[in-house]
């Protein structure tokens, strides 16, 4: 990657090039979001970016930065049919390429692996591969700030609702085995639904996991907590993690605990409360085993869980055809560096938002009784997660 400055003059240079075509008179032309599709147009790692924007006619806008493979704002209607953005973000690439002073997962496409692995390391097919270590003595992501979602896709806009992202990462990145060759396929549909599929291929065997990372509050209002959001979680069961937010390998049921979301539930009924895992992670930052998902197949047609707002009455239902899914409930959020980072529609307070992440379970690679993410050559990846919005 550039360094942050000559990321920075990029940003600089096109803002002040939409201006002069503009002969300094003409505001610059703005998504419905509110974005300035000049503050992304740059040069990152030798490769050009820029924001992407696709459309239904009911009202759906996604708009998508090829670093990282990034939502940036994601506009449905809400029960009156105002406009309304409902993910997290940055109005400008700068702060989404400056790893070091904001560095964040908003929205992204994440790789290779997804979620932790213990100690950083993984053994397959005798073979021990130690991976870059970000989060304490694990591998968060991939590898973080040096991880898919800080890298820049080559991006092909098939038409006014598809962008088709493409990777190729080396053999040995992060300490992950393969060369191997990933496309995130973000879609939308007429009935405003956020389809995206994951395929990938390798030269040699490898582990994968991608997902996406949006973090949602469908409310619109990104200054207070999403307390409010109920939530519904199809599974009977979670993975517990330890303090490092490492599972221990222990499949327990929901029933009974403030991870039984089987019946929706406002998030803030729940986590605060005492439970250890609840106080360990400082909220929800947990697998859930989905009930969608069985014998070694998931139903991408059942709806695994959802999100329903009652100030804006957005309603949103996730499918996917993984076997587990991460919520996460913003618990770094309005804590430590994230009080002073400048977001679009912030500040962000703790809680602000929940992630919905389809994968296989965190660790897997070491718990060899769980669906495992070995890919080998010949074969082809595919995960599929689908994010379906309507009012009610």
Request: charged fraction near 20%.
């Amino acid at each position: 990657m550039k360094s942050l400055k000559g990321t920075i003059l990029g940003v600089g240079v096109a803002a002040a090039m939409f201006t002069a075509c503009a002969g300094g008179q003409q505001a610059p032309q703005l998504t419905v979001s509110g974005l300035d599709p000049a503050k992304f147009d740059t040069t990152i790692q030798e490769k050009p970016v820029k924001l992407f924007t696709l459309k239904n006619q009911n009202g759906m806008e996604v708009c998508i930065t090829n670093y990282g493979g990034r939502v940036v704002s994601l506009v449905v209607p809400d029960k009156d049919g105002k406009p309304t953005d409902v993910v997290l973000g940055f109005d400008n690439i700068a702060q989404y390429a400056d790893t070091l002073n904001s560095p964040t997962d908003y929205g992204s496409s994440v790789g290779r692996y997804a979620n932790r692995i213990k100690e950083a390391k993984f053994v397959l097919n005798d073979t021990t591969y130690q991976l870059k270590v970000n989060d304490g003595p694990n591998c968060l992501h991939g590898g973080g700030t040096t991880g898919w979602m800080n890298c820049v896709y080559d991006a092909e806009q098939v038409d006014d609702k598809t962008l088709k992202l493409t990777i190729v990462a080396q053999d040995g990145e992060n300490g992950f085995p393969g060369t191997v060759t990933a496309t995130t396929t973000y879609k939308i549909t007429d009935d405003n639904t956020l389809d995206i599929t994951w395929e990938a291929t390798t030269d040699k065997p490898t582990i994968i996991n991608q997902t996406n990372h949006n973090y949602y509050n469908l409310s619109g209002n990104f200054t207070e907590p999403g307390y409010d959001q109920v939530l519904y979680v199809n599974a009977d069961n979670f993975t517990p993690s330890d303090k490092l937010y490492i599972p221990t390998g222990e499949i327990r049921k929901v029933e009974g605990t403030p991870m039984d979301f089987r019946t929706p539930h406002a998030i803030g009924d729940s986590i605060k409360s005492q439970y250890d895992q609840i106080q360990n992670a400082g909220g929800y930052d947990h697998n859930w085993c989905l009930n969608t998902y069985k014998d070694g197949k998931g139903d991408d047609t059942q709806v695994c869980a959802s999100l329903y707002s009652p100030k804006t009455g957005i309603f949103m239902e996730m499918y996917t055809n993984e076997p587990g899914v991460q919520v996460y409930s913003g618990n770094f959020q309005g804590v430590g560096n994230e009080v002073n980072i400048p977001h679009k529609n912030g500040p962000y307070p703790q809680h602000v938002s929940v992630c919905l992440e389809s994968q296989k379970y965190p660790d897997s690679p070491n718990k060899k009784d769980w669906v495992q993410p070995v890919l080998n050559p010949g074969e082809k990846y595919f995960s599929h997660a689908a994010y379906k919005f309507s009012v009610k």
